[in-house]
């Protein structure tokens, strides 16, 4: 009995260790950004007109992002919340305004590669996107 009982652990132990060693086939990740900008219009554009003063504000935009990598598909979202320090009125039940000034959807897409893992290991992929995405060229000075 006293053999049963040790092999009992011994195996316990074995598959205690299999599952910590084990990789994870689905990841989650959030982030989140902050950016403010503060300008000084003097006739931006075009020169201003007899008694128009300059603009000076300071504007911020926060977005917050969560992501799914699993096994062949990829999902990716972000909220951005763009505004002007001290012109809101109320932040309750806010959404976008003609201004564009409020709670919008940024980026949304999913991706579905068409290529099973083995491939992507040789350094092939083909993959099908779709959704609200960036388009990033280069170090982004075509469309920053």
């Known amino acids: ?50 008694g128009d003063t300059p603009a000076f504000f300071t504007s911020q935009r926060t977005r917050i992002s969560a992501g799914y990598s699993g096994y062949r598909i990829k999902a990716f979202a972000t909220l951005q919340d763009v505004r002007v320090w ?6 309750v039940n ?7 000034n409020g709670l919008m959807l940024h980026e949304a897409w999913g991706e579905f590669s068409l290529l099973d893992t083995s491939q992507t290991r040789l350094g092939k992929e083909l ?15 075509l469309t920053g």
Request: glycine share 8%; aromatic share 8%.
């Open 94 to 100: 806010r959404t976008t305004t003609a201004d564009l």
């Open 127 to 141: 993959s099908l996107k779709i959704g609200r995405q960036e388009l990033v060229y280069g170090r982004r000075t």
């Open 1 to 50: 009995m006293d053999f049963f009982i040790r092999h009992k652990t011994i195996l316990s132990v074995c598959a205690l260790t299999g599952l910590l060693v084990t990789t994870a086939n689905a990841q989650f990740t959030f982030s989140g950004r902050l950016r403010t900008r503060t300008e000084y219009r003097n006739g931006q554009g075009s020169p201003l007109r007899e």
């Open 86 to 91: 001290g012109q809101d009125a109320s932040t």
